[in-house]
């Protein structure tokens, strides 16, 4: 029993996931508060049942080391993403959802996490050390990856899009693979700082690697239906009113990148900046790589053509974002400055969402 005592936010999410089930139709019909109540607490109940994914994925991440730790890590996080995703694309009809959740979290991840670690690092180290490989590997894969997925369907036409899609299908599969492949084998010490340390607070019960992913993977189809319920919560809520359109994407963006933070401004107080880049780019390449061939593949089945393409300011803002990295990842260290100048971009994109630019 004593492996099952910290998992009470999953027993949680169990009750509101009932609730949620036998309330929600009132809750549209009523709407107002009980509306948006009933969303604010199964979208809390999503991210409680997130945390406990990542932390089994931490104590496997830990036991397995880098970077089939940072693997686990961010194929956890993009599983959770995916299943929303899928989830959320059942709903009202919405083409941009998925271009949209994999902008914003790249913004999460690369601005968001990376800019506020490397503040914190910064102010309580001076400079944090990294393998310069690694970030070096990360942005040439996310710049292909980024280039074959989101820019070039802007100049595919309508009745040619079917065979792009089984072409960008393959590429990413075959990128990841690669990857996977050269990360974990030829080019491991690239994704290594013999610097780093191991932490052993998150795994101290030694439990069995098994239990740790058959309640992953439970709490993932948790996740799932919870997601069932916030989607029809959210369509209602959306209808008719003049928030932003990009609020579902951030939101799932949100829920897959809310435990890496804590991971990795953790790593980061610790000094260990590896973890952080491998996070944080990892998280956003993972996205990539995963996220969008299984979207292209549901629109595929369907027949329905979902729109990839960036618009011109999520255009801009990548590329001021892989501008930035690239000049701050360049020497091995990180800063404080550097830190504050991906942070700005990341203020930028959220002011932007706010006034329904993105």
């Keep these: 029993m004593k492996y099952f005592k910290a998992e009470y936010p999953i027993a949680v999410a169990f009750i509101i996931l009932g609730l949620g089930i036998a309330l929600e139709h009132a809750a549209v019909v009523q709407g107002g508060a009980l509306l948006w109540g009933g969303l604010l607490v199964i979208l809390a109940a999503i991210i409680g049942v997130a ?36 989830v959320l694309l059942q709903g009202d009809p919405n083409p941009t959802l998925a271009r949209d959740t994999v902008f914003a979290a790249i913004m999460f991840d690369i601005n968001g996490i990376l800019g506020l670690a490397a503040i914190i690092g910064g102010l309580k180290h001076g400079s944090s050390k990294y393998n310069l490989d690694s970030a070096n590997s990360y942005i040439a894969m996310l710049l292909v990856a980024i280039g074959v997925g989101m820019f ?15 072409f960008s299908i393959g590429t990413m599969a ?41 309640i992953m993977l439970g709490a993932i189809i948790l996740v799932g ?13 959306l209808k008719g009113s003049s928030l932003p359109k990009a609020i579902p994407a951030v939101l799932v ?15 980061a107080q610790k000094d260990r900046m590896q973890t952080t880049v491998n996070i ?18 549901i629109a595929l ?7 990839m393409a960036l618009t011109p300011v999520q255009a801009g803002m990548l590329l001021l974002t892989f501008l930035t990295v690239m000049n701050n990842l360049h020497d091995g260290e990180t800063n404080a400055i550097e830190g504050v100048s991906h942070f700005v971009l990341f203020a930028a994109f959220i002011a932007l969402v706010a006034m329904g630019l993105i």
């Excluded at 070039?152 to 792009?164: G, L, N, S, T, V």
């Excluded at 050269?182 to 019960?205: I, P």
């Excluded at 997601?227 to 209602?236: G, I, Y």
């Excluded at 809310?258 to 990795?264: C, D, H, N, Q």
């Design 51 to 86: 945390f406990r994914i990542s932390h089994h994925a931490e104590v496997l991440a830990l036991r397995f080391g880098e970077p089939y730790g940072t693997l686990i890590l961010t194929s956890a996080a993009v599983a959770v993403e995916v299943v929303i995703l899928v």
């Design 152 to 166: 070039i369907p802007d100049f595919i036409p309508d009745e040619k899009w079917e065979i792009y899609s089984v």
């Design 174 to 214: 075959i990128m990841y693979l690669a990857f996977l492949r050269l990360q974990t084998v030829e080019h491991r010490k690239f994704f290594e700082y013999s610097d780093d340390t191991a932490e052993e607070a998150h795994d101290q019960t030694h439990s069995p690697n098994a239990l740790h992913v058959a």
């Design 225 to 237: 239906l919870l997601s069932e319920v916030l989607s029809v919560l959210l369509d209602a809520g």
């Design 253 to 267: 963006a949100l829920i897959s990148a809310s435990p890496e933070i804590l991971t990795a401004l953790r790593a």
């Design 280 to 297: 944080a780019l990892g998280a956003s390449l993972a996205t990539v790589l995963l996220t969008l061939p299984v979207i292209e593949a």
């Design 301 to 307: 089945f369907n027949g329905d053509r979902i729109v």
